[in-house]
């Protein structure tokens, strides 16, 4: 896998070495040129200043060889009685040094660099002109600095190109995000992307993927809700239409409370699509405190038993204990609730609905069973599905029951599980909390 880190170092090595070598050998090419013209002037004034003869060389032939008079060189001889036998400058006054080596010293009002050799019969200096070692010394860093600041310009167009194209997968990656639609759920292009950014997208990949899910299972939800709710207010609105052909009054008494019992049935299913759409919200959580399961199933039994005794069920808790639990009691309320509310409406009326509570190894469990006509098996996979009722039954339910209770059950960390009963005819609803710990492990 090629990450960021490896192609920018080895690019970036790859170009300062190219740069070092490139400087190197201008600087090497171009410093050389000076100290070969150096030299070769050195060598045009020595053949003018050479021999034994005490003689004045002329300034004015230096133009005519080539030489600078200003680069020239003064030569000064003094026999051992210190007379000066040889100046090749005559307009230049420069009093012998005392011992052998270099020295500095100022003539004309110029420094000068000397070098003095003393010998027994004679005294031999030679002197040149500070500035004009200086003029040769910024003049060869120049001439050194010079092939590196060009090739400056050059490493940065360089290092551009590069990261332009080390970062161009991630700049079409961008661009790629930029011009998707708000509801596209095609993955992300993965391509040659570096090792840095790969886990990135695979992860918004993956959080894409999440949000289509969420998306869809909206749009199911507010389709479905729509088609719930169209067929009770049709059923109101042909209601509200026959009363105006009301015969009498006991006629007209029971087309209202066929209205009522019309708006009643769509108060529950409006409360119950809030309670499934407040239980879809990402990131909810609701308080958790420390409840007592089996007050809890007493409570909700307590609510249903007037819909059990319309119905003639016999509705009660066979078996009860301590059950602690961490967990938000709205929720949990309405999970019981719900449950024991979708056995009493899918008993046939005389029938019986029976609750229990049962805690093995730390785990409670809630268990309603029923002796209905049970589940189709070909119904059971479905049957937390929204919206879904069996056709076997002949409830007159919404089909949201078991679906918000799957889903309290999911924010509560716990488990339902629906199946056909094995001794008899009926379906049994089961519970599975997890174990109560600390409360500080369930904040």
Known sequence: MTTLRRQLFLSLIVLLTAVGIAGGLGAYFVARQEPDAFLDNQLKQIALFVGDKVRQPPLDDLP?????????????????????????????????????????????????????????????????????????????????????????????????????????????????????????????PIGRLPGEVLPVVLAMNDLLERQHELLQSRQRFISDAAHQLRTPLTALRLQARNLGNANDLDELGDMIIDIQNGIMRMVKLTDQLLQLARSDQPGTRAAKVRLDLAAVLRDAVADTIPLAEARRIDLGIVRSGEAPFYGSDADVRMMIGNLLDNAVRYTQPGGQVDAAIDVYGGIATVSVLDDGPGIPPKDLPHVFDRFFRSSANGGDGSGLGLSIAQAMASRCGASIVLLNRCDRRGALAEIRFPPCMDETHNA
């Open 64 to 188: 005519a060889a080539g030489i600078d008079p200003e680069d020239a060189i003064l030569v000064q001889v003094w026999d051992a009685r210190g007379t000066l036998v040889r100046q090749t400058n005559l307009a230049l006054e420069l009093s012998p040094r005392g011992h052998s080596g270099f020295s500095d010293s100022v003539a004309g009002g110029e420094p000068w660099r000397t070098y003095t050799l003393r010998a027994s019969d004679e005294v031999i200096q030679v002197s040149q002109r500070s500035s004009v070692r200086a003029e040769l010394a910024a003049d060869s860093a120049l001439r050194t600095l010079l092939p590196v600041l060009l090739l400056i310009p050059l490493s940065w167009l360089v290092v551009g190109s590069v990261i332009k194209r080390i970062l161009g997968p991630i700049t079409a990656l961008a661009e790629s995000v930029r011009l998707r639609a708000a509801g596209a759920s095609e993955p992300l």
